[in-house]
Nanobody
Framework: QVQLVESGGGSVQAGGSLRLSCAAS????????MAWFRQAPGKEREGVAR????????YYADSVKGRFTISQENAKNTVDLQMISLKPEDTAMYYC????????????????WGQGAQVTVSS
């Protein structure tokens, strides 16, 4: 059974850093696309960063470019999200997602989701 488990969320002051990790299990072969989404209270879920695992190509939302970095560790089937220069508007529940294709942020393209990790940034 495919499972994604996030870890590493927490609380930090503005300007601080956090690192999220997503461990994928139950795959016979690594998912071709892994991504991070987030959902702030009262807002729709939005894509933040994704990585096409066969090549390592990465894509970011404009709001996080230059501050967030997505990376993969194939041996452990994990994907991390390093977040620096955090802002209060980054406060959200962050979700790891995996899919067979990596065209964009269309959620139905992602067929596995984690339970979420809370990130809170105070001013």
């Amino acid at each position: 059974q495919v499972q994604l488990v996030e870890s590493g969320g927490g609380s930090v002051q503005a300007g601080g850093s956090l690192r999220l990790s997503c461990a994928a299990s139950g795959y016979t072969s690594s998912p071709r696309c892994m991504a991070w989404f987030r959902q702030a209270p009262g807002k729709e879920r939005e894509g933040v960063a994704r990585i096409y695992t066969p090549t390592g190509s990465t894509y970011y939302a404009d709001s996080v470019k230059g501050r967030f970095t997505i990376s993969q560790e194939n041996a452990k089937n994990t994907v991390d999200l390093q977040m620096i220069s955090l802002k209060p508007e980054d406060t959200a529940m962050y979700y790891c997602a995996a899919g067979r294709v990596c065209p964009g942020w269309y959620e139905p393209d992602y067929n596995a989701w984690g339970q979420g990790a809370q990130v809170t940034v105070s001013s």
